[in-house]
């Protein structure tokens, strides 16, 4: 006998399905501005504890679904405030969007229950220690690409941006984190449920990760290339209920210019390599700010050897507008960078002809913005760097083209659209892990914070905190090298899930015999 099977449902009851809610709805404590870390191991044991009960394919659906409909409102919620304080929304409306996108995202979670559904026969030890885990990665990894782009957000592996297991993040990524802390959680069913023998060996995992990932932490997989830089982030602060108001454009940049170039001596140009400012930071078309901002601003770079890239809407040859980085520099160099992972029904609507009906009650966009093909990478004060705008960051896999060419990370963005929020924290929490995973630098500009200076192993050097107008300035410094995770990306983990899942199957008869 393997395991205390008197700790494991017989029957499924009304109160399972409870706890599956509340377990989903605590898994938000895992992630900033909480940072319970230890949550993100024990909602998932639970709801793999759940999945032990003798059950049909449609209770193990509907509670997965409960579960998942709990992680969503719990920790996306603050997508009200976007529609409802900055969309222009009504309270109903902006709730029942929000309402139809946490029912949506739950869905992933029946996907795992239905997997389990599937191995029932198996004993509850290779549930907990190879099934469940696998299943929770891949519907975790599927909810990161499928359906309009996906939504890796609220991912495990993000909350272990403070313990040992981010030792992990250069190999496997938040991703394959995700899996080990889906291990772990399996593993502490065991500690509860299991024998003698189950309890020391799931113990003994437990610790080994911990162990493993510490020591791995110090590993340096990648070196410095260069001198430091000097980088000056503008955090102007602007309202986003007035940010796009046409009558305060020039007050606005005009803001965001004096943070730039004043005081004359000590201004932000004078000092820094790099001045960045944030996403959407000029509202506006590049090309119709050429003459009062863009050539400006070039002028004074001249003075100052410095590079300025500044957040704003680039229109192309072929009439594509997209959310744009530009580059203004002393060599008169115009480069670009647009943003290629958008955000459904707030910068492209799928089907749009359908949804004009919308404008009426919402501001959507009366044209979609374009997602970019081209490079991901610019030269800038001398070195190739990997830029990203918005929530471009929260997609690993994504994040890793450009390199190991590109020294540092760059990324713009706008969390104005969700102040007040938890929103800004769990943006933050999410670049440190992508500084991990790449050993370089990640350098954030926001408008209302929090801007970052974030070093190889996720430390944040230097900050602005959220509500306020800063210029947040530090050094920075190239890394060059190629981390193991940028070869494999996640297809190093899918390989070993699927694998161990085959060979447990083929030895299904000798298993479940047990």
Known sequence: MLLNRSLVPTQMAWWHYVMALVAGLSLVFAFAPFAWRVVAWLAPALLFWLLLTPSTLKQRLFMAWLFGIGVFAGGAHWLYVSLHDYGGANAFLAGLMVGIFVLLMGLYLPVLAGLTHLVRQFPNTLKLLVFFPAFWWLSEWLRGWLLLGGFPWLQLGHAQIDTPLVGFAPLIGSQGISYLVALGAGALVLLVIGTTKTRIAALAMFIGLMVTGYFLKSVPWTTPTGEKLYISLIQGNLSQNEKFIPELRNEHIQKQIDMTMYPEEQSPLETSHIVIWPETALPDYFHNAMDDVVYPL???????????????????????????????????????????????????????????????????????????????????????????????????????????????????????????????????????????????????ATNTGISQFINPQGYVEAYGAEDTQVVVASYAQPMTGRTPYMLWADYAVLGWILALMAVVYLLRKRWTSL
């Not at 050897?305 to 008169?332: H, P, V, W």
């Not at 359908?354 to 374009?370: A, G, H, Q, T």
């Not at 001398?382 to 890793?400: H, I, K, N």
Request: charge should be negative; aromatic fraction near 12%.
């Open 298 to 444: 070039m002028d004074a770079t001249k003075n100052t050897n410095s590079d300025l890239l500044i957040g704003g809407f680039y229109t192309d040859t072929q009439n594509k507008t997209y959310n744009a980085i530009m580059r203004i520099g002393a060599d008169e160099r115009l480069d670009v960078y647009g943003k290629q992972q958008l955000v459904p029904f707030s910068e492209y609507t799928p089907l749009l002809e359908y949804f004009r009906w919308m404008e009426k009650f919402i501001r959507v966009p009366f044209d979609n913005l374009s997602a970019w093909t081209g490079g991901v990478t610019m030269t800038i004060a001398g070195q190739v760097m990997r830029l990203s705008v918005c929530y471009e960051d929260a997609y690993g896999a994504l994040m890793l083209k450009g390199l190991p060419e590109a020294t540092m990370l760059v990324n713009v963005s706008n969390d104005g659209w969700f102040k007040g929020s938890i929103e800004p924290a769990q943006h933050a929490e999410i670049a440190r892990m992508r500084a991990v995973e790449a050993g370089r630098y990640m350098v954030r």
